[in-house]
């Protein structure tokens, strides 16, 4: 499990444009620790710069401790799985 590696001072959550019986069920098939949030009218998804044309651009936010956006990295990262880096960044 990943999820151990996660720094105590860091919080992870998930955005989705799916609505939240989805992302539930997206959560608990996937076995996931972290919550997914519902963001289905895409407000913070586009307040973000990650709202393609047909559905959401992949993508991560990096926040400080006061909700500052401090890095928004766009697509995944290439030739390393998503979970190394962000783990790495974060802490």
Do not use: C
């Amino acid at each position: 499990e990943r999820a151990a590696e996660i720094p105590d001072t860091a919080v992870v959550v998930a955005l989705n444009a799916d609505d939240v019986a989805t992302n539930n069920e997206a959560a608990a098939s996937l076995d996931l620790t972290m919550q997914i949030l519902s963001d289905r009218d895409r407000d913070a998804i586009r307040a973000f710069g990650l709202d393609g044309p047909s559905h959401p651009i992949p993508g991560v936010v990096f926040l400080d401790e006061h909700g500052k956006v401090v890095d928004i990295v766009k697509g995944r990262y290439p030739g390393r799985p998503q979970e190394d880096w962000i783990i790495d960044r974060l802490r």
